[in-house]
């Protein structure tokens, strides 16, 4: 957070070092960043990035939109709850398809 407000931009920055005494453990990280795609010439984050919607869908329509677009949803949240995701069972995933 303090990096944030000090105004940091760039990747590099975000290099973290922690220490651990009960191990003695003294590690580092280096930040990566997420892999890219494009979608109708915009350039979007695989892993974070978001769709916006102005209809009430389902959850059945909402993942076939995506599918006709070329896209894959490996999974789906709102919030704190995880709407879909691949590894689901079917009768689960079953439940929740008409959901809005």
Same mark, same amino acid.
């Given at each position: 957070?303090?990096?944030?407000? /000090?105004?940091?931009? =760039? &990747?590099?920055?975000?290099?973290?070092? @922690?220490?651990?005494?009960? !191990?003695?453990?003294?590690?580092? #990280?280096?930040?990566?960043?997420?892999?890219?795609?494009?979608?109708?010439?915009?350039?979007?984050?695989?892993?974070?990035?978001?769709?916006?919607? /102005?209809?009430?869908? =389902? &959850?059945?329509?909402?993942?076939?939109? @995506?599918?006709?677009?070329? !896209?894959?949803?490996?999974?789906? #949240?709102?919030?704190?709850?995880?709407?879909?995701?691949?590894?689901?069972?079917?009768?689960?995933?079953?439940?929740?398809?008409?959901?809005?």
């Amino acid at each position: 957070m303090y990096k944030l407000v /000090d105004g940091k931009n =760039t &990747l590099e920055d975000y290099r973290n070092g @922690f220490v651990n005494l009960a !191990l003695p453990f003294f590690g580092f #990280s280096e930040p990566i960043a997420s892999p890219k795609g494009k979608y109708n010439d915009v350039e979007i984050d695989k892993l974070w990035d978001r769709f916006d919607f /102005d209809h009430d869908l =389902t &959850l059945k329509e909402l993942l076939a939109s @995506f599918e006709e677009k070329g !896209l894959e949803v490996t999974m789906l #949240s709102s919030g704190v709850s995880l709407l879909y995701a691949s590894f689901f069972p079917k009768a689960k995933l079953e439940g929740r398809y008409g959901l809005k």
